[in-house]
């Protein structure tokens, strides 16, 4: 892991204060640890060879769900405003917010 890489408690806490966390001094060194773990993997992921390989969002293979069009039972304007508490003609009548 190269020094421009190196996550130390100052990263931490600043990551913490973005994040509206509580951090503790304690808690900012073992977060500094974990994430130079974390960092160090990439590195070494970094050096696998993967040429030749096509990129992937995903391994898994993905079908379209996507389901035909049916006709429903539509309520009509009438029977949707006699839910309504209040109602004006074709309109719901709602308590005003300021």
């Known amino acids: 892991m190269s020094e421009e890489t190196k996550i130390g ?4 806490r600043h990551m ?3 994040s509206r966390l509580e951090v ?3 808690e900012e060194h ?6 130079a773990e974390i960092i160090g993997y990439m590195d ?6 993967v040429t030749g390989i096509a ?3 995903s391994p898994v293979s993905h079908e379209s769900r996507a389901r ?3 006709v429903q039972s539509v309520r009509s304007h ?3 405003l006699a839910n309504a508490p209040k109602a004006d003609e074709n309109y719901f009548i709602v308590p005003k917010i300021v």
């Open 55 to 57: 990129p992937l969002y």
């Open 24 to 26: 503790s001094s304690e």
């Open 44 to 49: 070494v992921l970094q050096e696998v060879d």
């Open 68 to 70: 035909e069009d049916q």
């Open 30 to 35: 073992v977060f500094a640890g974990q994430f």
């Open 78 to 80: 009438a029977e949707i």
């Open 16 to 18: 913490a204060e973005l």
């Open 9 to 12: 408690p100052q990263e931490v």
